[in-house]
């Protein structure tokens, strides 16, 4: 697949979000203040100005929401990306072997699925937070590791199409072992519906985050998170409005970007027919 082959939407929202990438993880260089530096120089609760370089303004402690923002989208998109990852390598592995093997294997493998989406995933994920510590580590497990399983039913489905293509055949008839198959011709051929269903979990892991992080079960101070930033605006909402507009913009920016991506490399498989083998 060539770069000239993707959408024109496609790349715009792509770099678009790469822009973000970059201002989120060079930004806060520019700036003249740490995340968690009080300013006693300048005016607490201060709206947006070029004094003092708070260009989006205080919030009621005092400290620079500018760079806040930034770090705390290093958190969020940190967060995101390795829970997807987690998520993608344990749905991408249970749904390949379910698929590829069949018979009782596959049965019971799925069956356990099931009783897992019966489960209520934001309330596991939440006693899992409470019950062993809010620590960031921790999150990118608990997330990652209860979002998989959209991944190994899709995962799994297109496996079964995949079994009885001739290439597999041909590799079976080689005398490649089954993990072999999995590795080297299942997975592979995978790899156009993973990239549109990760495109689709991140956001979806991103908004978990910000929620838990609202909710004060995310990342813990001094650290913070968009949805921890979110939380503290809209609790000083009527005093410092700033403080909710610019993390909810950058959350809401960022997540319609992913969605939008998952959208048009939905639409671009499609049209191509899905993955080739």
Do not use: K
Request: glycine residues 10%; contains cysteine.
């Amino acid at each position: 697949m060539t770069r000239s082959s993707f959408p024109t939407g496609l790349r715009v929202a792509l770099l678009v979000l790469a822009g973000i990438v970059v201002l989120v993880i060079a930004g806060p260089w520019f700036s003249p203040y740490a995340c968690d530096e009080i300013d006693f120089a300048g005016t607490w609760s201060a709206a947006p100005t070029l004094a003092h370089a708070h260009w989006f303004g205080t919030d009621s402690l005092g400290r620079d929401l500018f760079v806040r923002t930034l770090c705390g989208g290093r958190i969020s998109l940190l967060v995101g990306g390795v829970s997807t990852l987690v998520s993608l390598l344990v749905g991408v592995a249970w749904g390949a072997v379910a698929g590829y093997v069949g018979g009782r294997l596959d049965s019971l493998m799925m069956r356990i699925v099931d009783v897992l989406y019966a489960l209520p995933f934001m309330f596991f994920v939440i006693v899992l937070m409470v019950l062993f510590g809010r620590h960031l580590l921790l999150m990118f497990v608990a997330i990652g590791a209860v979002n998989w399983l959209d991944m190994a039913r899709v995962v799994r489905g297109q496996t079964l199409a995949l079994r009885s293509r001739d290439f597999i055949a041909a590799a079976q008839l080689a005398g490649l072992s089954d993990r072999q198959i999995i590795v080297r011709h299942v997975v592979p051929n995978l790899l156009g519906v993973v990239a549109v269903y990760a495109a689709v979990t991140l956001p979806q892991v991103i908004l978990i985050e910000s929620f838990l992080s609202f909710l004060g079960l995310g990342v813990q101070a001094p650290a913070t998170s968009w949805g921890a930033l979110v939380n503290d605006g809209a609790r000083d909402m009527a005093i410092t409005p700033w403080s909710l507009l610019f993390p909810a913009l950058f959350l809401s920016g960022s997540l319609l970007l992913l969605n939008l991506i998952g959208e048009q490399l939905r639409a671009h498989f499609a049209d191509r027919g899905g993955p080739a083998a």
